[in-house]
């Protein structure tokens, strides 16, 4: 750019890199070799070798300055990221030394004279340009805001300010050089879009296989992973004949066999790549940019935690371009036919590599003073609330209006949007006419529920998949191929459906054995299963590959697809040998199940659907001889607190154990999957979400006893109350640290207050009465918290709890708190009295709730069940459960409630609470059946998009439990075989 258009004077541009990989530091290369072509300075601050850069750029104006102000994310090996090691290395790098840095980095700006200061993507030079006066650009696809905002949430909220803080840097920002496959960044309000930036290529292929000394006739594929997974070996048994693999960064002392050849470190590897027939790795923006720019098929990897990859994968499939491997099969060395697949792919990306080209002329234009974007409009502050819990990657079909607008331009941009209706459309007749005729339904009613109707029609339309030739179509039908070579059609295929629930008194307060009264939710999940005998079932290439490979032949194997992982980072299949479950001829343990389905994050998703068929074998003594085959579609959103883990569990026990003619009545199926994620996936929740997706009824309280699961009967909601749940947008997870903290804390409590009333009875039986013994007797063998009345916690215990109590000193003194599914961080202070006093004070606020619900209609009536509601809410906060998100919706609705219209009239909303575990999730919200207070629920729906930029999904309407749905039998007719 530089030799063609005269500049009216040499600038200086100071660019910074972030300590993430070589990959910004490559794509940095190009952008400041045309800036240098062009005649100017560019300094460079980064952590990354000198060679990266001096190798490509040989100019005096090019400086490098090493300094590294930005860790990026910390890899535990080459394909998980340690988030907790993540956000503490970024403290310890960015945020203790801040002030530090701010001073030295302002110093060095004014004293090099930058005109412009670029970013890839440090947030610290943001503001650092800011305080020196300098316009500052970030040039990215990812943004390290969205990245960290689920590290977050996985670390228990702790170094949540990290994420304001990078975000707040990043709005001093004068705008964002977006590159393609970016992910949402919300803190960016201007954004100029650009090509790829790709390196340029230095060699043919012809000349790059001669010198290597390959012919045309071998097949090369390019093991690029930028470090290799730790204690693997390479066999040469994993490539077909005639391949070659040419392995990227291999230590020296790594030994390869004959048909293995390992590059040496300062091969220039774009030339390389262009030479492969197909690249094998994990995704980053240099090998996607550089696979899609030389049109090389790309077989990948998921890397674990990294929220950049959805993205990119996408981006990359819609191409043809990508094949995701299983990591299972990638490290066993099952690599045969993935590569053969990646070969008869044809990538036909047609777009720009010259996207270096395009930024630097940006950024020139920039530093001489041309406006090349409107003027800007800070969103830190804007999506503050969003951004530091971060929004769910997937998207739940049908509730398009609830995606926020910078992920709903994210979505057009890869042409991901499927046009799913927005409007409910609850008209039963209307999906009656829609009812497919390709299936026969041989046992089972539909009860008019449109949601199994659609499920239904799903299935029949999976035969159009797999003949599909539209490229958009392929990538966006990919989960719909999988599942239509999962069934064998000319067998019988179960259909089990299973609700989410709104938790609408009693949440937390689960195990610790409180009433709870839960709505089962109309959102559901269904599972369509088919029990078929090896021969018959149709298996997979890869998993075939695996049974030929140990010689097993007709060997039972799971294969399960999960719709909704396109744009989650989780695989949309999985696959197992069933024997995999045994060890020897029993049933392996708990145990070593969660060790299995922890090997690899993308799949520990199957251990909710995999593991009912672990908890069959060890509870029922179930032997599984015959193959499985499971599709899983759920619209019960994931993350808000509604329990869409038990809406699978309990679906896909519920289908399995109809394909085998198994009968599990409702209540039992429930306390099977609570083990599922007890044991299994290892949560520790209670047990109301699988009792209310296996027992409830539509528009009816599920009123329950969780000692552990005593269903005391259906509650009527009175016709002029409703309830309603709004989604905060924060995710909630029940396997997150806050959750697991205070059910420890609540254990804890009930081990101290057993402890004293064990003293108590020592000291003073003599002076009691017969029932004051019998009490405390009782007391000193607690069972649950909440067999605790409220006034005897007050008068004996409450002062004697401590605060707080360390765990190491706890077990010192206590040995175990005796919960068989949380362990005590000894180097962890519990908030033991909170967590101990809200089960039980809770247990009564549900048994004044039922109460109240049968009591006359009165203003008093919905005056007196908002208030409790409140009272719960406060109390999960004290806890330490709350969010910003929840409490600013339970805000919202007071402010509703208290409004003049509302007091001078019959009120509309009367109350609110957070849901579940809590930590985020939804809000539980009862008011009035009336009009007026559904257009307040809309109101108080935009009110906080308007304060946080996230527009929430409402809950409302119910359906009915397994138990009612039971299980559809079905069989594609004859005439639609073929």
């Not at 850069?53 to 860790?71: A, G, N, Q, Y």
């Not at 805001?145 to 689920?150: C, H, K, S, T, V």
């Not at 990078?166 to 879009?193: K, N, T």
């Not at 997870?733 to 402890?755: E, L, N, P, W």
């Amino acid at each position: 750019m530089g030799t063609e258009v005269p500049i009216e004077r040499p600038l200086v541009f100071a660019y910074y890199v972030t300590g993430h990989g070589f990959g910004h530091a490559t794509r940095v290369v190009e952008v400041a070799r045309h800036l240098i072509l062009a005649g100017h300075d560019v300094h460079v601050v980064t952590g990354a070798p000198d060679y990266v850069f001096t190798s490509e750029i040989k100019s005096p104006r090019l400086f490098l300055r090493k300094v590294l102000l930005d860790c990026g994310a910390v890899q535990a090996d080459a394909l998980t990221v340690d988030r907790l090691a993540s956000l503490e290395k970024y403290s310890e790098t960015a945020v203790a030394p801040r002030d530090t840095i701010l001073k030295t980095e302002v110093e060095w700006l004014k004293s090099i004279n930058a005109d412009l200061v670029v970013s890839d993507v440090v947030p610290v030079a943001c503001r650092a340009a800011a305080d020196a006066g300098i316009r500052s650009v970030c040039v990215t696809n990812f943004s390290w805001d969205f990245i960290y905002a689920e590290y977050v949430m996985a670390a228990g909220h702790h170094h949540r300010s990290i994420v304001w803080q990078i975000a707040e840097d990043y709005s001093h920002c004068e705008f964002l050089i977006r590159l393609p496959g970016y992910c949402p960044m919300p803190a960016f309000r201007d954004a100029i879009d650009v090509p790829l930036v790709v390196r340029r290529l230095h060699m043919s292929r012809e000349e790059v296989r001669r010198e290597l000394g390959i012919g045309e006739d071998v097949k090369i594929v390019i093991l690029n992973f930028g470090g290799q997974p730790s204690g693997w070996t390479l066999k040469k048994e994993y490539l077909p004949d005639g391949w070659l693999c040419l392995v990227c960064g291999a230590s020296e002392s790594m030994d390869v066999p004959t048909n293995f050849v390992k590059l040496a470190k300062d091969t220039y590897t774009p030339d390389v790549i262009a030479a492969s027939d197909c690249m094998l790795g994990k995704i980053g923006y240099g090998t996607v940019s550089e696979a899609l720019a030389f049109k090389i098929p790309f077989v990948f990897v998921r890397r674990d935690y990294f929220n950049e990859e959805p993205f990119l994968r996408n981006m990359l499939e819609s191409y043809q371009a990508g094949v995701e491997m299983i990591r299972r099969d990638l490290l066993t060395g099952h690599w045969k036919p993935y590569l053969e697949r990646a070969i008869s792919l044809k990538p036909c990306y047609e777009g720009g590599i010259n996207g270096g080209e395009v930024a630097a002329r940006i950024l020139q234009d920039t530093a001489f003073g041309k406006n090349c974007t409107s003027d800007k409009h800070s969103g830190a502050r804007r999506l503050r609330d969003a951004i530091v819990l971060g929004y769910e990657l997937q998207r739940v079909p049908g509730r398009d209006l609830s995606i926020p607008d910078w992920y709903a331009n994210a979505e057009n941009e890869l042409g991901l949007r499927t046009g799913s209706p927005t409007a409910e459309m609850n008209c039963v007749s209307f999906f009656m006419d829609a009812l497919p005729e390709d299936f026969e339904i041989l046992h089972g009613d539909l009860l008019g529920l449109p949601d199994t109707i659609n499920f239904l029609k799903s299935l029949s339309e999976l035969g159009a998949a797999l003949n599909s030739e539209n490229s958009s179509e392929k990538r966006r039908m990919r989960e719909q191929k999988a599942a239509a070579s999962l069934f064998n059609w000319e067998e019988d295929i179960f259909v089990a459906r299973a609700p989410g629930r709104l938790d609408v008194m009693g949440g937390i307060a689960d195990y610790s054995g409180s009433l709870v009264l839960q709505l089962p939710t109309r959102e559901a999940c269904h599972v369509a299963v088919q029990k078929i005998h090896p021969s018959k079932q149709r298996l997979w290439k890869h998993a075939q590959a695996r049974l030929n490979a140990k010689g097993q032949g007709q060997t039972p194997v799971l294969q399960i697809v999960s719709y909704g992982s396109e744009l989650s980072n989780r695989g949309p299949t999985f696959d197992m040998n069933l024997s995999d479950f045994l060890d020897g001829d029993q049933p392996m343990s708990y145990e070593n199940a969660r060790s299995y389905f922890a090997r690899d994050p993308s799949q520990k998703w199957a251990a909710y659907v995999a593991g009912t068929i672990l908890v069959l074998m060890k509870e029922l003594g179930i032997r599984f001889n015959h193959s499985i085959s499971v599709l899983v579609s759920s619209a019960v959103p994931e993350g808000k607190g509604v329990s869409s883990s038990a809406a699978v569990e309990v679906a896909t026990m519920s289908g399995i154990a109809a394909a085998h003619g198994l009968n599990i009545n409702p209540r039992d199926l429930a306390l099977l999957c609570q083990m599922v994620e007890n044991h299994v996936v290892g949560a520790p929740c209670g047990v109301m979400d699988q009792m209310t997706s296996a027992c409830g009824e539509a528009n009816k309280l599920l009123a329950m006893i969780c000692q552990p699961a005593e269903v005391l009967g259906l509650v009527d909601i009175p016709n002029h109350i409703r309830v309603w749940g709004i989604d905060s947008g924060i995710r909630h997870s029940i396997g997150g640290a806050d959750y697991g903290s205070v059910r420890i804390g609540a254990f804890m409590g009930r081990k101290v207050i057993k402890s004293i009333a064990s003293a108590l009875l020592s000291q003073s039986s003599d002076d009691l009465e017969e029932d004051g013994v019998e009490l405390l007797e009782n007391e000193a063998n607690l069972d649950y918290l909440c067999n605790l009345s409220p006034h005897r916690y007050e008068a004996l215990y409450v002062k004697q709890l401590p605060e707080t109590a360390l765990g190491e000193a706890f077990l010192e003194k206590y040995s175990d708190h005796n919960d068989s599914v949380t362990v005590i961080d000894k180097k962890r202070k519990y908030a033991l009295r909170a967590a101990t006093g809200h089960p039980i004070y809770e247990n009564f606020r549900v048994k004044a709730f039922k109460a109240l619900l049968t009591s006359a209609s009165s203003d008093y009536q919905l005056t007196a069940l908002g208030e409790l509601m409140y009272q719960c809410h406060y109390s999960y906060g004290a806890c330490g459960l709350g969010s910003d998100g929840t409490d600013r919706l339970v805000q919202l609705v007071q402010e509703m409630q208290h409004n003049k219209l509302s007091r001078a009239s019959e009120g509309t909303l009367y109350g609110a609470k957070i849901t579940g575990g809590g930590s985020g999730g939804t809000v539980c919200v009862i008011g009035r059946n009336c009009l007026r207070s559904s257009e307040q629920i809309l109101q108080i729906q935009q009110r906080y998009r308007a304060a946080t930029g996230y527009l929430p999904i409402i809950f409302e309407g119910s359906s009915p439990g397994a138990g009612k749905f039971g299980y559809l039998r079905i069989r594609r007719l004859a005439k639609n075989l073929n």
